[in-house]
């Protein structure tokens, strides 16, 4: 069954810092996809990146970058020059295919990253 | 917003009670996942829909239910409420049965049953 561990429970660091978020899947899929979602204190989920276990190239986006290595089944997530808006709680997830060909996510416990400015 | 709407978006209610919960997914999305997500437990999947058919079930109490309209909105049935129940409760949609290509969360119903 698929499993995500996300070893850092919380971590904290001042404003400008760069901070890297640890996910480390297991699967038995040879193609599959993997998500980072962002939940701030307002609590809502919300979506950051989706992979295909094809594309191994790092993905940066603004402040946001991404390294996926399937030799490691690692896909890590680093905010360079944290703000504190960031401060937010981050989940892994990974799709397993259900029995009936259908799918549900199977999230990691999550890193709660505090920034303080 | 993503989209995907829920309501209410706060419940307070006493243990033995039962309460709805409600889901619109995105416009053109027939998929509709139900998670919920407590402190000791985390996010955990309890039912997928897709275009009103029942598709997967996880770790759903018995005292749990939910459908799936023909406006494709869906609603969760909670039942003999327990302490327990207490959670954030997200609804999830995605165009295909599958969610791989992507998922929209709406932005939860905390329930807290005292």
């Known amino acids: 069954a698929q499993k995500v561990t996300q070893a850092q429970t919380e971590i904290s660091v001042v404003e400008k810092e760069d901070v890297t978020l640890d996910c480390v899947y297991e699967t038995r899929d040879t193609t599959y996809y993997l998500f980072w979602y962002k939940q701030p204190p307002s609590g809502e989920l919300v979506f950051l990146i989706r992979r295909n276990s094809f594309d191994e190239q790092n993905e940066i986006s603004g402040r946001y970058s991404w390294n996926f290595q399937k030799s490691t089944s690692s896909f890590n997530f680093t905010i360079t020059a944290s703000q504190v808006v960031d401060s937010a709680v981050y989940f892994c997830a990974l799709p397993h295919i259900t029995q009936g060909g259908s799918e549900k996510l199977v999230f990691g416990k999550g890193t709660k990253l505090t920034v303080n400015p | 917003d993503s989209g995907v709407t829920q309501t209410p978006k706060h419940l307070i209610t006493a243990t033995g009670q039962r309460v709805t919960l409600r889901c619109s997914p995105r416009s053109g999305d027939l998929s509709v996942y139900w998670y919920q997500q407590s402190l000791d437990q985390g996010l955990q999947f309890l039912i997928q829909?897709?275009?009103?058919?029942?598709?997967a079930k996880g770790n759903i109490l018995e005292r749990f239910s939910a459908q799936q309209f023909p406006d494709l909105h869906s609603e969760l049935n909670l039942s003999s409420l327990e302490l327990g129940d207490s959670a954030l409760y997200f609804c999830?949609?995605?165009?295909?049965?599958?969610?791989?290509?992507?998922?929209?969360f709406g932005s939860g119903t905390r329930l807290t049953v005292v």
């Open positions: 829909y897709y275009n009103g058919e029942e598709r």
């Open positions: 999830a949609s995605s165009s295909a049965p599958r969610g791989s290509y992507g998922y929209t």
